[in-house]
């Protein structure tokens, strides 16, 4: 497991953009699928976007399809999320994870390290 650490949350009015990002301790950082979920109160936790180890290939839920990009720097132990376009329904606490599958998974039983959460609100 790698320790994790989300930051760049924040309240934006709707259109505007926040970049996230999550700190992994751990040299073994560069070998884990990196992912991002979130979830609002009373509901599941949601895949929003995953990348794999080398960030050849990377996966959205459709709806941040063409919004959200996410990225990784294995130099810093960083995985980023940059949202833009953002609607309040993208309300949420985002939540880094890692996994050390091999290919990319929606589903979080597949991830066993997460962050502590960081929260976004968007304002309409």
């Known amino acids: 497991q790698v320790q994790l650490v989300e930051s760049g949350g924040g309240l934006v009015q709707t259109g505007g953009s926040l970049r996230l990002s999550c700190v992994a301790s751990g040299r073994t950082f560069r070998s884990y699928t990196m992912g991002w979920f979130r979830q609002t109160p009373g509901k599941e936790r949601e895949f929003v976007a995953a990348?794999?180890?080398?960030?050849?290939?990377?996966y959205y839920t459709d709806s941040v399809k063409g919004r959200f990009t996410i990225s990784r720097d294995n130099a810093k132990n960083t995985v980023y999320l940059q949202m833009r376009s953002l609607k309040p329904e993208d309300t949420a606490v985002y939540y880094c994870a890692a996994s050390p599958n091999g290919a990319i998974f929606t589903t979080r039983s597949a991830y066993d390290s997460w962050g502590q959460g960081t929260q976004v609100t968007v304002s309409s």
């Open positions: 990348i794999s180890w080398s960030g050849g290939n990377t």
